[in-house]
Structure formats: C-alpha cells, structure tokens
C-alpha cells in the first residue's frame, strides 16, 4: 500500500534537516494498483488518490498495459515525480524547457509524454500533444497540479490522462487525482 513518511522526520545523518509540511514520500506501490480502477477520459471517470505521485503510479500502469516503454519528462520539474516512474521501472529521459517555461518535443512511438502547465499558466504545447495523440502511437499526461484553479482549464479536456495533486493548494496532508 501507499505509505506516508511522518510529517516531521529527522535525518540522524552528519548533515542533520527536517522534512516539513508539504515533502512527503511515496514508498511503495502495489503492483496491481491500477486493475482496481477504470481508466478513462477525465470528467467521465476517475477517482482520487492519497497524492498526485499516486494518481500517476495508477497512470502510469495502466500506460505500461497498453505497452508504452518510456516517458519522457520536462527537464524542469518537481524531483517527486520519479518516485512513481523509479518504482514502476519505466525508462524516462527529459526534455528542454526554456526560460519561459516552453518546450519543443517529437513525441516517439510507444511512449508518454508528461506535460504541465506551470504556475497556472495554459501550456502551448498542449494544444498539438492533444491533437497529434488521437492519431499517434504515443500517450500525453497532463499534470494540472499549478492549473486546478484557472480560469482557462475547461475540465472538457480531450487529453486522455491528467492528474494533480491537491496538496499545492491547501493545507491538506493528503489528496490527488
């Protein structure tokens, strides 16, 4: 099952730090997690989860399924995210993002591409990762953690897989989608 670390954990390491408030940790997925759910476009099912890291591990395995072999990641990113992938053993490698927060990718066959819209911002690349999934062997992931609450983001989204983690948007210990 999905454990959480203490909400205060001291590190008895020479370089002694606290991990306070919002820094927890996923350490372990069951390796069935995603037969329990049905997967579908967003807004006609879904469920949620005790983190946005565990809304991606049911992703993410439900991707590995339908025979994805690697994801490919934006290079600036929350180091959190990999904890899922490492877990899952999924191949990742990274992508440029520029100093405005926008990228350029060519999505390869029998991958996912994960996408996020920054601090609220609409992120460009959507628009053509939407468009060019319908029809190519790769799989877009939006992350919508800094976008629950825009204005711009419709909840009629065509992109098949997203997810978000509450915990950036309250104090909540726990709460993802």
Known sequence: ??????????????????????????????????????????????????????????????????????????SYLCSSILLPIRKIGLKYSFYNVDRNLESVIEPQDKSAILLIHYFGWFNKLAIELRKRSSSESFYLIEDLTHAFLSDWYTWNSSSEFVFMSLRKFGPVPIGGW
């Open 1 to 74: 099952m999905v454990q959480i670390k203490k909400l205060f954990e001291t590190n008895n390491q020479s370089n002694h730090h606290q991990i306070v408030g919002g820094d927890f940790e996923l350490t372990s997925i069951p390796s069935n997690i995603s037969d329990s759910y049905k997967l579908q476009k967003f807004g006609s099912v879904g469920t949620w989860t005790s983190s946005g890291r565990a809304s991606l591990a049911i992703l993410l395995q439900d991707l590995v399924k339908r025979g994805i072999e690697q994801i490919v990641l934006p």
